[in-house]
């Protein structure tokens, strides 16, 4: 690393690698230190939605909610490899009655408040009405009623559920979302260090000075620091920095579980519970149907989160109360969790707890900027806002991520199928299947990946479903992938498909290897 930064950035998930590229876009000098993977948290383990929050516009998050869903429609634009856009059938039932009714903050609380206890369908329509107008999409359809009697839609639904309203959101590769924004960076001059964390970052006259241990050990020196800790940035605020900041997070643990494909078409399902949560079942890799997810609240970011047997229940039982097919623990192929680092607002519950973020900057001295809550649709207007803040202490240009693609996006959002042709020209040993996991991972960057293979010999190692050698040193050299986890459950999501002995054989390569980057 350099031994001196305009701005140096605390943590590589979506908002430090999202402020790391608008940055170094700007002209700034970037330093990043992510203290595990890129993703390693949070940004990878979310529910994959680029989405506004319908359930938000309950908690009257309206700003939040506009921003969201125009956010949607650039982010998809500008990386149609990794996102595309995704329909969401919301079954309705006469029955569906909430214990214990919806907190009175919310929208149904203040404005109906004799109909607390259920959402009847024209208020559902209404949100939805709402949604639509906030969004204001040129590139995504509006609500529309469906019939789920003799449809796809519902074939997998019990027989009360007989219509439904189907919306439109947006479906990202979180961890992919994270790895693109760092690579552009990079591509931009930023220098992005993993396995590196910073312990100590101590103000030197106009400057901080900042220690690095791990994989780019030693010290470096910075004009402004930026806190994108995620769940950490309290721990940055009082152990690293020695900030007097008041401000606190609040961490809430969201869990999922993925099962076999459970349905055949490419929807996506919206599931209201009777406690007044929703959740979603997403088609998930092809062949599985992604569930999620909780809220509970999480007490210590170190405490690595995991879908606890009762929030695997609580999944369980809520799809059971939709789909025909009696779901069990047997069912599920895989959980994950992740932890939110949300602005601590008071709210009395996890689930009304604000989504929006906000930021702050201590500047009794070199300035460091700390991140409080956000969701990956609005990083990109995070970054930007962030932007803004640091202009006030740094020289910056203006605004240019708007219409800018991410590395490998720059294709129509209707063309990915199209891309699967060529490379398929370019490389007829590809089956239909390997050339779409491809796109969907380096768009027109794919046969750079590829290099001037004839053959699949020419790709080096087979390691098993398609991966390679050729793809594996790609992610070490260009992606900093370090560990078969890395590449199996960021880069990739082969994981799901892997055996014990393919992820050891794929661990040694590695290994043996070693980074190049």
Known sequence: MRESYDLFIIGGGINGCGIARDAAGRGLSVGLAEMGDLAGATSSSSTKLFHGGLRYLEYWEM??????????????????????????????????RFEGGTPTSTLLGIVMPWLRGRRPDWLIRAGLAMYDNLGRSSLLPGTTTISLVDTPEGAPLEDRFIKAFEYSDGWVEDSRLVVLNARDAANRGADIAVRTRVTRAERDGDEWVVTLNGERAGKVRARMLVNAAGPWVGEVIAGV????????????????????????????????????????????????????????????????PVCTPEEQAYLLDFANGYFKRDLTDADVVWTYSGVRPLYDDGATSATAATRDYVLKVDATGAPVLNIFGGKITTFRKLANAAMVKIGEHLNVTGPWTHDAPLPGGDFPVDGQMAQVGKLRALYPFLTDHWALRLVRAYGTQAAQVLGDAKTTDDLGQDFGHTLTEAEVVWQMDREWARTADDVLWRRTKLGLRMDAAQVTTLQAFIAARGPST
Request: aromatic share 10%; glycine share 6%.
């Open 241 to 304: 920095v020695r900030s007097n900041a008041t401000e606190g997070v609040r961490l809430v643990r969201g869990s999922h579980i993925v099962t076999k494909r459970l349905y055949d078409h490419d929807k996506c399902y919206f599931f209201q519970g009777k406690d007044g949560r929703i959740i979603f079942a997403i088609p998930y890799e092809y062949d599985y149907t992604l569930i999620g997810t909780t809220d509970a609240e999480h007490m210590d970011p170190d405490v690595k």
């Open 63 to 96: 700003r939040l909610v506009r921003e969201a869903l125009r956010e949607r429609d650039i982010l998809i634009r500008n990386m149609p490899h990794i996102s595309w856009p995704l329909r969401f059938v919301l079954p309705l039932s006469s029955d569906m």
